[in-house]
């Protein structure tokens, strides 16, 4: 995997050894979006065809878990008691986390951070270690779709009973319906999919976003791009604006 090093760096907070060939330009750039627009897979064509690695706080969690503590950063080691505890996260805890890792800030690669900052608190925090580090952050790429749409989208996805697997009604529908392609198990709607929850989840997401989104539009630094379209549309639009930057 291209720039593997600075993945691993980022996820067990190891010191950044990487040989693949940088990019001519290094994006520095944070990535908002609320669930089922599609924001990890254009952070993939942007990886692919730009360079920038994804950098997600959630992936570094989902990382630590089944790692000997002894194994994990000071940082990490805080943060994995206060989720046992079924607690939050705190802002300070989540600062820390990426603080041990700004060696992936500076790999020469660019970056797209994915989860971090999610409060102004947080962002305010990021420009105090950006600057310190002498790295400009070049936007804030904030894809966008009508509630309405986003439910749609998610509420369309089915999950097998069986083997976990997943399929969409609309954009991946199985052969047979309620049944899974893979193994033949029932497909069923979870829970977290029912349209009456992913409204409450997008509503909580649009509240915490706001005040970050408008930090960072009066930074002159949101750049809003509409995540309706195929997903190879949405980045034609994404690498044109990253262009004129």
Known sequence: MANEGVIQAWLYGKAVECTEPKPARAYHLVLLGAPGVGKGTQAEYISAKLGAVQLSTGDVFRAAKGKDESALSPAMQEAMKVMKAGKLV?????????????????????????????????????????????????????????????????????????????????????????VCDKCGGELFQRDDDQPASIRVRLQAYEESTAPLANYYEKKGLLINISAAGTPKEIFADTEKLLANL
């Open 90 to 178: 705190s802002d300070d805890t989540v600062i820390d986390l990426v603080r041990e890792r700004t060696g992936c800030l500076t790999s020469g690669y660019g970056f797209m951070l994915d989860g971090f900052p999610r409060t102004v608190h947080q962002a305010e925090e990021l420009d105090k270690m950006l600057a310190t580090l002498g790295i400009k952050l070049h936007g804030v790429l904030n894809y966008t779709l009508p509630m309405d749409e986003v439910v749609k989208r998610l509420s369309g996805r089915r999950t097998c009973k069986q083997c976990k697997g997943t399929a969409h009604m609309i954009f991946n529908p199985p052969k047979k319906e309620g």
